[in-house]
Each structure stands twice: as C-alpha cells, then as structure tokens.
C-alpha cells in the first residue's frame, strides 16, 4: 500500500524518515460489503484513509432510516474532526463494496499535528472543504429534484482534495449511486439515463465514465 500513503497530499510532505515511522504505526482494516467500519458513539481512535473500496457516511435515525452524508471513495481520509475533539464519532460509516481502509493511530495523528505544519495546514483545507461539501449536501437534499440529486452525488465522488484517488472511471453500481443520493435503483435508473442522454456520463458494465464533471455539477435536471 505504499503507493496509496504516497499519493496522500499529507504524506508526501513528511521527511523520508517520518514517512517510514509512520507507516509502521499504520494499521489495515479489511470491511466486508454491508459491514460497519464503526458506529455512531464509537471512539475516536484513529485517522481513516481509503485505500481501496466504496463506503458511506450516514446516520440512522431512531425510526431506522438513514440519512447518508457523503460516499467515501479511494483517497479519502476521514474522522478527523472527532480524533481533534477527542469525542466519540457522530456518524456511522459502512462498505458499500469490500474495502481496505488505513488507519492512523491517534497519538501518530496528534505527533503530526503538534510536530509537522504542513500536517496542520493540510488538516485546515481537509476540515474546511468536508464542511463545504456537507452545507452543499443538505441543500442539494432539500431542493434539487432527483436527476439533479444523482448527478451532484457522482460529481461529489471527484473532488481533487478530499477524492484524489478518484479516476475518470467510476467503478460504482446503479444501487450503490442510488444509495449515495438517497433515491430508489428504479428511479436511479432513470436518472442516469437522463445524464446519459445529455452527453453527461457512459454507463458502462461494472461502473460510469464521466464525460462532463463540471456538466454534471451544474445539472438543473
């Protein structure tokens, strides 16, 4: 996995002999489709990366539906605002496919943190533009009809900073972008269809090839 920490913005930045430290504190987590990496109330244990996989960030509400805040696709990391705050973690967060998460120990995220200012400015933009990205969500959620709300979710999967691993081809089911967009497969079909016929995005067997990412952002359906 030296390939995935050395693409990683914070990574790259450490001197050579942090970069060796810090990958043999490294722990790897293996999460199975449908399984829950945590849930809400879990401590605040480690930093997660994305090394591999698809997974989401939601929480269930008492009546057992879920409201889905973000997907987590390759090259996200994730979980430190509640590893600064020391506070268990307000959400849960479970595979959508079989991945392959990193975990950074908490006392190695705070050495980096009080030790490395680059680790600290990257933290800033990480905390900065996740908060972006979640107002931009409940609107979309609250007011844009349902193809929109299926494109701004594809179009949420590339973001350069939070997403860096994410490539032109999205390896994502039909099911798995309805689930991110919070609307029914049948109806998630036809959305993707719409997007299609607009020259938005290919489907193509095992996932989607975006045509137009800044089309698909801007999608008023």
Not at 9 to 32: K, M, N, S, Y
Not at 90 to 96: G, M
Not at 116 to 132: E, P, S, T, V
């Amino acid at each position: 996995m030296d390939a995935f920490l050395k693409a990683s913005g914070w990574f790259a930045q450490l001197p050579e002999r942090e970069q060796a430290d810090v990958a043999a504190q490294i722990r790897w987590r293996e999460v199975a489709e449908g399984t829950y990496l945590f849930r809400q109330g879990a401590p605040s244990e480690y930093w997660w990366g994305v090394a591999d996989g698809l997974l989401k960030m939601c929480s269930t509400e008492p009546d057992g539906q879920q409201i889905t805040f973000t997907g987590l696709s390759r090259g996200a990391w994730f979980s430190e605002g509640s590893v600064l705050r020391g506070e268990p973690i307000r959400y849960d967060v479970v595979a959508l496919r079989d991945s392959r998460l990193a975990a950074v120990p908490a006392a190695t995220f705070f050495r980096l943190y009080h030790h490395h200012i680059g680790f600290a400015h990257y933290l800033i933009a990480q905390l900065n533009d996740r908060l972006q990205q979640f107002v931009t969500s409940y609107a979309m959620q609250r007011s844009l009809p349902v193809d929109s709300r299926v494109a701004r979710s594809i179009a949420g999967l590339f973001h350069r900073k939070l997403y860096p691993g994410t490539e032109t081809f999205l390896k994502i089911s039909q099911e798995e972008v309805a689930t991110l967009a919070g609307v029914s497969r049948q109806r998630c079909s036809q959305a993707l269809g719409r997007l299609r016929d607009a020259g938005l995005l290919r489907t193509e067997y095992q996932g989607i090839t975006i045509l137009d990412l800044e089309g698909l952002r801007r999608f008023e359906g």
